[in-house]
């Protein structure tokens, strides 16, 4: 050993020791092992019975099918494009505010939504926008832009795009929630009736919420390609689910920072052939889209290809979130399904 190097372990050894001994609360005889964290378990369904998997599964559960022999029109395929209008909510929700995350979200507000309007507008066709209250306070002309078009529906998104199982808090959703319909309600001139949860996350509280707020439907949920009524612990809700799927998203394939890949070629080839199968099945076809995803340039040249192609084909029924509810509800209420 070196002098130099002896010097400095002695060095470092009073200074533990003083750091020890300034510590706050130091006493050696009170200092017992530290106790061994507790690991969460990581295959908690093991030990547990088929009753309780059951009702953990089934708390939020697919019920009746809504699928119509035939759309209104006479049409075979009910087309639901809609838009969750996140912009730069997701990351300002996690105190993420590295500008270049935020601006890609604000892009949405800049560029997106006007680029999409104006497509909508040239093929004529109605879409639903999901938006967090917070997104539509940022940029407040976002909303009268979207309703000038009259054809259109707004729906509530979350607050600020919190994650409820995240936040895991059963009154503080109730006070996001209260206060989103507020805000939307106040700017829209009406009241929501759409609900799609941010990220598309239920926490174990969010179904008895929405159903007590009185939606008519929610969209956040995927039990099947077609339309259902949902089930709260195994008990109908007479909420209809629009389902949605990330196969048939934006976000996967445009989500990640370094542009588009794959080929919005490709991901048109998906989009298209989702929609020709739901061609065949006469079923119902939702789309989710971001405008800070898809409002970009080559992107929405792939959305305008795939509009005209479903318009080629005939026999679509291009509609809201909300006017297909209305149809499905009045055949749930009925009992004609
Ligand atoms: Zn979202």
Do not use: C, T, W
């Given at each position: 050993m070196t002098r130099h190097l002896a010097r400095t372990l002695l060095t470092l050894t009073a200074a533990a020791v003083l750091t020890t001994a300034c510590a706050p609360g130091a006493n050696v005889e009170a200092q017992a092992p530290a106790a061994a964290p507790v690991k969460p378990n990581p295959l908690p369904g093991v030990t547990k019975s088929l009753d309780e998997l059951r009702a953990e599964m089934f708390?939020?559960?697919a019920g009746k099918r809504l699928k119509p022999a035939e759309w209104p029109g006479g049409n075979r395929v009910a087309v639901a494009l809609s838009f969750d209008v996140d912009n730069a909510t997701m990351a300002l929700s996690q105190g993420n505010l590295d500008y270049e995350v935020l601006s890609r979200g604000e892009y949405g507000a800049v560029d997106g939504l006007p680029r999409i309007l104006r497509l909508l507008d040239k093929q004529k066709v109605p879409a639903s926008f999901f938006i967090p209250a917070v997104s539509s306070?940022?940029?407040?002309?976002?909303?009268?832009?979207?309703?000038?078009?009259?054809v259109h529906e707004i729906g509530i998104h979350g607050w600020i795009h919190e994650r409820l199982p995240?936040?895991?808090?059963?009154?503080?959703?109730?006070?996001?929630?209260?206060?989103?319909i507020e805000t939307l309600t106040k700017a829209m001139g009406k009241r929501p009736v759409g609900y799609r949860a941010p990220s598309w996350k239920f926490s174990k509280y969010t179904l008895a919420q929405i159903k007590a707020a009185g939606f008519l439907y929610d969209s956040s949920l995927m039990a099947s390609d077609d339309a259902y009524e949902i089930n709260l612990d195994g008990k109908p809700t007479g909420l209809v689910e629009l389902p949605i799927e990330r196969i048939v998203?934006?976000?996967?394939?445009?989500?990640?920072?370094?542009?588009s890949m794959p080929s919005p070629e490709h991901v048109l080839e998906v989009f298209r052939s989702e929609f020709d199968v739901a061609w065949d099945e006469r079923g119902l076809y939702v789309l989710t889209m971001h405008p800070h995803y898809m409002g970009h340039r080559s992107r929405v040249a792939i959305l305008d290809r795939l509009i005209t192609h479903m318009k080629s084909k005939g026999g679509v029924w291009f509609a809201t979130h909300e006017d297909i509810a209305k149809h499905l509800k009045g055949m749930l209420d009925a009992g004609s399904n």
């Open positions: 708390h939020v559960g306070l940022l940029h407040p002309q976002m909303i009268p832009d979207i309703l000038s078009r009259k995240v936040l895991n808090d059963e009154k503080e959703e109730q006070r996001l929630l209260d206060q989103s998203d934006d976000a996967p394939y445009f989500g990640a920072a370094d542009g």
